[in-house]
């Protein structure tokens, strides 16, 4: 790796957890200020579900839950797929944010996760709320005006998706998980939401979980993505444009507020774009916030292949929460 040092933005915060401990709130309030927006209120919701006929070879209950949205005279509703191995308890559950609307899609394959003893609560981004620059749909309708972007929208909806699965018995821990700008709010929700027990952050990129300080020119910087997505961040955001290297934070700090969970961060060789060497400074850099809670940092990998969320990540990932769920016995 070529030398991409940086200032210890932290100062004296990781000294101590009660310091650290302190230092969360702030630290959550910048991100949502600075970098994706924070949401103007609150949404009342009620779900109601419809069994589905496909059991996935007799191995699953597959049960779409609907949430009903509302605010005032407004409402919006977004169907989720909650699909449970059978005869099973203490199930740890995967909350994920898909691309696709159809369940299994190409990046959900959903037989074997199954396999693999888990649970998946999955929805589609854009019935959450569309992927361009209309505030005026799904749930921005229900929000209205506000300086904030469609990552802290999406990443609202999985938080949601973690309090329905808090009224259910038989269910383990929770992992929330994402692919390129669904990889960014899925970290986003973990920073902000300390009920997922593991996070999974895959080919996240700029603005994910990788660092803004030292790109090269091959990579994705605050330009790039702001010419094509400013509808995903903060109005103000777009003013950070050219000045990556003088910038007082960096995304490790946003990384480190999910201290002391357990996270993994994918990457793939082909997906330079993407900044794999960023995002295993973005590890080192955030290790500090683990180590006062005596637990390893985060857990960083590349694969073959370029941009995608491929059966050798999901297999990755739930081997490693295996593993954390073992530790934690």
Not at 63 to 81: L, P
């Amino acid at each position: 790796m070529k030398n991409r040092a940086i200032p210890n933005f932290f100062g004296d915060k990781l000294s101590s957890t009660e310091k650290w401990e302190e230092y969360r709130c702030e630290l959550k309030k910048f991100f949502l200020d600075t970098e994706y927006g924070a949401l103007p209120c609150e949404l009342t919701y009620k779900t109601t579900k419809e069994s589905q006929p496909v059991n996935f070879a007799g191995k699953a209950e597959w049960e779409a839950v609907f949430f009903e949205f509302t605010n005032g005279e407004k409402s919006h509703t977004v169907r989720t797929e909650l699909i449970l191995p059978k005869n099973k308890e203490n199930i740890p559950v995967f909350v994920y944010i898909d691309f696709s609307k159809e369940t299994p899609s190409k990046y959900l394959p959903v037989e074997e996760i199954l396999d693999g003893g888990f649970g998946i609560f999955k929805v589609y981004y854009e019935d959450v709320t569309t992927d361009n620059g209309d505030f005026e749909n799904g749930l921005c309708a229900l929000f209205g005006k506000g300086d904030y972007g469609k990552i802290s929208v999406w990443s609202y909806m999985l938080r949601q998706m973690a309090s329905y699965l808090d009224t259910i018995g038989g269910l383990g821990k929770y992992a929330v998980i994402g692919h390129s700008r669904l990889g960014k709010t899925a970290m986003l929700t973990s920073a902000l939401d300390t009920r997922f027990f593991f996070t999974c952050i895959n080919n996240s990129g700029c603005c994910g979980a990788s660092l803004f300080h030292g790109k090269g020119d091959e990579c994705e910087k605050i330009k790039e993505i702001t010419d094509v997505f400013p509808f995903w961040f903060t109005s103000g955001f777009k003013g950070l444009v050219g000045k990556e290297n003088s910038l007082s934070f960096d995304q490790h700090m946003l990384l480190a507020l999910i201290a002391p969970r357990d996270v993994a961060i994918g990457c793939a060789k082909e997906d330079l774009w993407a900044d794999n060497e960023g995002a295993y400074l973005c590890a080192e850099y955030a290790r500090g916030a683990w180590d006062l809670y005596n637990k390893s940092g985060a857990y960083v990998y590349t694969r073959e292949g370029s941009h995608f969320l491929s059966r050798y990540d999901w297999n990755m990932y739930m081997t490693k929460f295996k593993e954390i769920l073992n530790e934690a016995k």
